[in-house]
């Protein structure tokens, strides 16, 4: 069972997963037509996080996201990332920071 609660549950993760090459214009597609992003209500979240990931490794990439979710990140993996990642490594943080050096994924998928 998924439960929302106020910002005091707001958590801040550090994600790394790989991405399924094969499904990423499929992937930009949701995220542009604006799909993804009307998703309650972590679907602009799942958005702004995608626009800053960075590419790390050969198809690896790596972002900062915010969840309300008790187990991290479950809704957003049960209905966006599951389909388009796997291998996670999901690592709670107190703060962003620059840390992730890469190329932008966003650019990535809008080249594509």
Known sequence: MIQYS?????????????FHENLLLEFFTKLTVGTIQKQKPDGLEILKSIKKAKITAVNTLEWYEHCLCEIPLNHERETVYNRYFYDFSISL????????????????????
């Not at 106020?6 to 790989?18: E, G, V």
Request: proline fraction near 0%.
């Open 93 to 112: 943080v107190l703060e962003e920071k620059d840390d992730i050096l890469g190329d932008s994924f966003w650019e990535y998928l809008h080249k594509r």
């Open 6 to 18: 106020n910002k005091d549950r707001d958590m801040l993760y550090k994600i790394k997963a790989k």
